[in-house]
């Protein structure tokens, strides 16, 4: 009852003294709450106790992150934001924090670097987003990437009225869709740990578009993952492939970097073999997309392939190996109404052979995988494909499980 009568007065306190502040230099001294390094602090205290909140003036009025008490309603706990920018902790005290000039908060909600050519964003891995093992799974990494590549698009001043598109696509009914996803895992992030994503674009040929990713660990800097993707157009009512218009060529052309996250020797290229009923080693029927499948561009949306693929691994490397490489290729789309098949076929165990190879190397940068496999998601009416993919994986590091 006192920690609820605490928290009330804060909020009275809160309501009154701050967001009836009077406008400083013609910048609203306090309208949101968020987390920013303090270069204009005042010390607010309440009758009953201090709260550790920090404050400042909005850049974004739908960016808005609160605390009170020390606890996040929307974004990270405030003893977490002191950590992630280097500060010490400010103790029992309200901070009114008046402005910054780097700030965590738009940090989270992602920034242009490098002349506008990377967009950057930084998350926290959540409870929800991580597995048995208390790391983030692939599908966390792909939604990571999705999220950010989205925004890239937002922030670039070039987002139209379609779910990533372009105005220019938008005025001709056009949305990307992607045709292939390689990606490289060298760690999986645990729950709580911030996680920093850059992201860029660049021409794949003709009529396609290249984007790619790194996640770095957000105190150390070390990039963990590099994925690379290929993007052509398509037209949202006819659902066939299109050229790219003069017109959405200029829109996005400004913002090409001629850079790879992904050296193009090691980008997994080669052709992966079609499955069939008598070359899959493992078979899953019955999958049924679900409408929470589905995105806003009307069919499911391509990261819960993932999960469906995974359901024809063996249960045994799910558990006892990490994915490290996976690479997607996509055939067609799916609907709701669509009930899916997985199949699987490993390829000959690489453990033999990575063993003799390093037994005096335990460098995990210079690991070759341990296994291997080749996966089909199709349709179970027809058996059309509606993605291809390969994926590697070396057995788990227990020390890094906690």
């Known amino acids: 009852m006192a920690s609820m009568a605490a928290r009330i007065n804060a909020t009275q306190y809160l309501s009154r003294h701050i967001f009836n502040a009077k406008k400083n230099d013609g910048v609203d001294m306090v309208t949101q709450m968020g ?7 005042e010390m607010m205290t309440s009758k009953h106790r201090r709260f550790p909140v920090m404050a400042s003036s909005p850049v974004n009025p739908r960016s808005h992150v609160e605390t009170i008490n020390g606890n996040k309603i929307n974004g990270i706990h405030v003893e977490e934001a002191d950590s992630l920018l280097g500060n010490k902790s400010i103790g029992t005290e309200l901070v009114i924090d008046k402005g910054s000039d780097a700030s965590l908060h738009s940090c989270l909600h992602g920034k242009f670097v490098e002349d506008r050519f990377v967009y950057r964003q930084t998350f926290v891995i959540r409870s929800y987003e991580i597995g048995p093992d208390k790391t983030a799974t692939m599908e966390t990494l792909m939604n990571l990437l999705q999220e950010t590549a989205l925004n890239h698009v937002t922030g670039s001043g070039l987002a139209g009225n379609g779910f990533g598109a372009t105005r220019e696509m938008s005025l001709r009914k056009l949305i990307w869709v992607v045709t292939r996803v390689h990606i490289q895992v060298e760690r999986y992030s645990c729950w709580g740990d911030v996680v920093e994503i850059d992201t860029w674009v660049d021409a794949a040929g003709k009529n396609g578009m290249r984007r790619d990713w790194i996640i770095r660990d957000y105190h150390t800097q070390e990039i963990i993952t590099r994925a690379t993707s290929t993007w052509v157009i398509m037209n949202r009512e006819t659902r066939r492939l299109s050229k790219i218009p003069n017109q959405v060529r200029q829109e ?6 001629n850079r790879a996250a992904i050296a193009t020797e090691k980008i997994d290229k080669e052709k992966i073999d079609k499955l069939t009923d008598g070359t899959a080693g493992r078979i899953r029927s019955g999958l049924a997309p679900r409408w929470s499948d589905m995105d806003a561009n009307q069919h499911v949306n391509n990261v819960k392939y993932i999960g469906w693929i995974l359901e024809s691994v063996p249960l045994k490397v799910l558990e006892e ?7 997607l290729e996509f055939r067609r789309e799916c609907r709701q109404s669509n009930l899916l098949e997985s199949l699987t076929s490993t390829t000959a165990s690489l453990a033999h052979e990575h063993h003799c190879n390093n037994s005096n190397n335990n460098n995990s940068i210079n690991r070759r995988p341990d296994l291997q496999y080749t996966h089909l998601l199709r349709m179970q009416a027809d058996k059309a494909e509606i993605v291809r993919a390969r994926t590697e994986w070396r057995g788990k590091q227990k020390h890094i499980l906690h």
């Open 321 to 327: 190996y990490d994915m490290t490489s996976m690479t």
């Open 252 to 257: 996005v052309e400004p913002f090409y970097l």
């Open 35 to 41: 987390f920013y390094p303090s270069r204009d602090r």
